[in-house]
């Protein structure tokens, strides 16, 4: 009898025997807008690994060209002298492949008293230097502190006029709020995300005065009910990948909410069959994003997963799960609803010229 070794669960990497379709898909089917990507700094803890680096912009647009995609939107423009260098480096080159969204001066939310005017001032600032929306990330909520050491809820009213600020300018707020479900449980053997927590315990929001994730998903839709003249893109499916009912109803209830679909194949694709109902009854208000450094492999897992019916790959590149030990499925969308994700929500939501998707 074969001894059995014991084996340390990070070092456990088992590779399918199940027989299965191995689609490449070369290109999309249709014209491509990442409306959700990262251009400007680098991200140590990149979802499909390794750092994640500026490069020359030609050579991006050259991938960009082999990967099928026609536009990507710069969530890294921040504000003053950093959003005027995004802008010259990518929108005055290249006007018809860059989007770049202002982001927030978040140091300002312990020094400033009067918050929600001094951020909306700036974010006037910022559409008239070029910048096409407004980027807002998980530290509202979970990190941000008043001048008091109180954590500023996402439906803090001092914020009110940025957010209606941003309707008034007709600009979309893309906002991330929280983190996968798994990051706010107890870090046990329950956990279904507790190696990536182990290795990255700085993810993990439970305790102190930290609020709950459904508090902050409460929050949220809040703030999207409270301004039905600013539209709102929540990055990550909404924030809530694991509940796409709870999605659906905020998106039933609020036409000025949509989403986007990046760095959440691992949740969508474990749930096909419900994943794939929420796509055709929701298609006119979902937009592709890849939240990864925009290259061939990317993009082509994505539109694997949109675009066929394969069974049981893996959400990632490279060896290892970045998160949770799964494996995918693809959601064979039909063409009307692919049109839409790929680019036509992102042309109607971002004010983009349709011409340049047709031709």
């Known amino acids: 009898m074969t001894a059995i070794p014991n084996l340390d669960l990070r070092d ?28 400007g700094y680098l991200v140590p803890n990149a979802p499909f690994g390794g750092a994640w680096p500026t490069r020359p912009v030609a050579e991006l647009v050259a991938e960009l060209d082999r990967s099928g995609v026609r536009a990507v939107v710069d969530l890294d423009g921040g504000f003053g002298e950093t959003l005027r260098h995004e802008l010259a480096r990518y929108v005055e080159a290249y006007p018809e492949r860059f989007v770049v969204f202002a982001g927030l001066d978040y140091a300002a939310f312990e020094r400033e008293r009067n918050i929600g005017a001094y951020l909306a001032n700036q974010l006037r600032e910022g559409v008239a230097a070029g910048a096409r929306g407004l980027k807002v990330w998980k530290l509202l909520g979970l990190r941000l502190r008043d001048q008091g050491g109180k954590l500023y809820a996402v439906n803090d009213a001092r914020l009110d006029e940025l957010w209606a600020t941003a309707g008034e300018l007709g600009v979309p707020v893309l906002i991330h709020v929280g983190d996968p479900v798994a990051f706010f449980q107890p870090l046990d053997r329950f956990n279904e995300r507790y190696e990536a927590l182990q290795a990255h315990p700085d993810w993990h929001f439970l305790g102190g005065d930290l609020p709950s994730f459904h508090t902050l998903m409460e929050q949220l839709a809040d703030v999207v009910m409270r301004h039905p003249r600013t539209n709102f893109i929540g990055a990550h499916v909404g924030c809530y990948a694991e509940n796409l009912g709870w999605v659906g109803q905020i998106m039933e209830r609020c036409p000025n909410f949509f989403i986007d679909i990046s ?13 794939r109902d929420f796509f055709m009854r929701h298609a006119d208000r979902i937009l592709f994003g890849a939240d990864a450094p925009p290259s061939q492999a990317v993009y082509r897992l994505h539109y694997r997963f949109l675009e066929t019916r394969d069974e049981y790959f893996p959400y990632w590149l490279g060896e290892r799960p970045p998160q949770g030990r799964w494996m995918i499925y693809g959601l064979d969308l039909p063409d009307a609803v692919l049109r839409q994700v790929y680019y036509e929500n992102a042309v109607r939501v971002l004010g983009l010229n349709q011409a340049v998707f047709t031709r």
């Not at 990497?13 to 990507?37: I, K, S, W, Y």
């Not at 760095?263 to 994943?275: C, F, I, S």
């Open 12 to 39: 456990f990497a088992p590779r399918p025997a199940l027989t299965r379709n191995e689609t490449v898909v070369e290109q999309p089917r249709f014209p491509v807008v990442d409306a959700h990507n990262h251009l």
């Open 263 to 275: 760095a959440r194949l691992a949740e969508l694709g474990r749930q096909p069959y419900t994943a």
